[in-house]
């Protein structure tokens, strides 16, 4: 499939390239505007995420996290560099087939807000699959299982004003995954909530995340958050400066994770 000049490969989830190897970045650099206010964002970031792989990216405030959290998820383009999708080169994509692989192959889960106030919990969750073409009954049923997978069974129509943190960062998460997607971005998904709450929701979200097989790559200021994953990454100044693998925590064991190895300089590749 091409796109209308007939040169550009058009993304068909229904065919993924046969080298699909997850996310990657390959000298990501974003400036926000130019001339001598330019912010450098971004500084060259190489990055691989494989499939199925948790990745917490950490940093101090102004790091760049969150413009790599979005220019991997095709939210914004880079300025220069590579963000890659099994294979494929976002940048190569047209903006419809941006946003047709943003719906269909990624998952979001932000700090808060993100639930639409007038609908219902289900509603909440259909609404991507709805997006995508599905009938509403079978979307509405498919929210269901998820958020009873999740543990809110008899809150499917409760509005998110008439839920708690936690419980709304679950229809979250049920809405983030109800289409399957092969990874999920999550920015400071626990960063308005209490820590046992935030504990709930991590174990929620990598229980889910591995049941699934999507890749989680999560911005976090929070170390045991980041706990939850099975690599960290440090940022600073728009650049990986370091890198550790760690045992994930996880809620069936209700153990924190413990640090493996620890990289060093550019250590993310
Ligand atoms: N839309 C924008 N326009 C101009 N500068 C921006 C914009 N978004 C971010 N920046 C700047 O880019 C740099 C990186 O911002 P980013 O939000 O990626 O950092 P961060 O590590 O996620 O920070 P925080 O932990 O505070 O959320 C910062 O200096 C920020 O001020």
Redesign the pocket.
């Known amino acids: 499939m091409t796109d209308t000049t007939g040169t550009r490969p058009a993304f068909d989830p229904a065919r993924p390239t046969p080298d699909a190897t997850g996310l990657e970045a390959i000298a990501l650099t974003k400036t ?2 130019d001339g001598p206010t330019a ?1 450098h ?1 971004l500084a060259g970031v190489d990055l691989r995420v494989a499939p199925g792989e948790s990745l917490a990216i950490m ?1 101090p ?7 790599l959290l979005h220019v991997l998820a095709g939210i914004l383009p880079p300025t220069a560099g590579t963000a890659m999708w099994r294979g494929r080169s976002l940048a190569d994509l047209s903006d419809a087939d941006r946003t047709k692989l943003r719906r269909s192959e990624f998952g979001f889960v932000f700090q808060s807000g993100q639930l639409l106030p007038e609908l219902p919990a289900d509603e909440n969750v259909a609404l991507p699959l709805m997006l995508a073409g599905v009938a509403r009954a079978e979307a509405t049923a498919r929210a269901r299982q998820w958020l009873a997978h999740l543990g809110l069974r008899g809150m499917e129509g409760r509005r998110p004003g008439e839920l708690s943190g936690g419980q709304a960062q679950r229809v979250a998460i049920a809405r983030a995954l109800v289409g399957n997607p092969g990874v999920i971005f999550a920015d400071e998904p626990t960063g308005a909530l209490d820590q046992t709450t935030g504990w709930e929701v991590m174990n929620a979200l990598t229980t889910a995340c591995r049941a699934q097989g999507a890749s989680l790559v999560l ?1 976090t ?1 929070d170390v045991d958050v980041a706990h939850w994953c099975s690599r960290t990454i440090q ?1 600073r100044d728009g650049l990986v400066v370091g890198e550790q693998r760690q045992v994930p925590t996880t809620g069936a064991t209700g153990t924190t994770g413990a640090t493996g190895t620890t990289g060093t300089e550019g250590a993310a590749r």
């Open positions: 926000y505007g912010t964002a940093g405030s102004g790091s760049g996290k969150t413009t911005v200021h940022m």
